[in-house]
């Protein structure tokens, strides 16, 4: 069996989706080995990259393939990638053991369309739910609601979104 510290990263993709009010979408994870307690299980749109795929290809796929969204516009991305790992405790059980943690390039976009086109129940292209429910919800509370493990990751995502939320709600109107 392949030690912890030998494993690779997975190379994936967040997506920050914004709305006109500069609230964040967040959905509510199914479930699994990771989640330590009925708070922390909330996070933003996030996937693999498939072998030869375009991170930004991947990021507006991802984000279809788990809320049924594709009226997004572009605002930014974090020039660096993001890393973090799994605890040692659950490695062995997710992912089959294959992947020490994740390697992400993370998206912000607005979201143009009309919450009716978020659809988490049955997302698009037929692909399984990841969430049971989405809501809304201000940027600065997301590192709180994230497993413990990502935290750092979602402390960054804010820190280098954080202006795109007040841009998003002047250029509704909302500030």
């Known amino acids: 069996m392949t030690r912890y510290d030998d494993l690779p990263y997975r190379t994936c993709v967040g997506m920050m989706l914004l709305n006109a009010e500069g609230l964040v979408f967040i959905g509510r994870r ?3 080995i990771e989640h330590v307690d009925e708070t922390h299980v909330w996070q933003m749109p996030q996937g693999g990259v498939d072998p030869g795929e375009d991170p930004w290809t991947a990021a507006k796929r991802e ?3 788990e809320t049924s969204v594709r009226s997004v ?3 930014g991305e974090i020039a660096d990638w993001l890393i973090y790992d799994i605890p040692r405790t659950v490695a062995g059980r997710s992912w089959k ?3 020490r943690g994740q390697r992400q390039k993370w ?3 607005r979201f143009t369309g009309d919450d009716s086109e978020i659809d988490v129940v ?3 292209g037929g692909h399984k739910a990841e969430f049971i429910s989405w809501r809304w919800e201000p940027m600065q509370n997301l590192p709180d609601l994230i497993v413990p493990f990502k935290r750092p990751v979602y402390e960054r995502v804010v820190k280098e979104f954080a202006a795109l939320a007040k841009d998003a709600a002047k250029v509704s109107g909302g500030g």
């Open 30 to 32: 199914l479930g699994g």
């Open 63 to 65: 984000l279809y393939e």
């Open 73 to 75: 516009e572009k605002l």
């Open 97 to 99: 053991g294959r992947y």
């Open 107 to 109: 998206y912000a976009v």
């Open 122 to 124: 049955s997302p698009g």
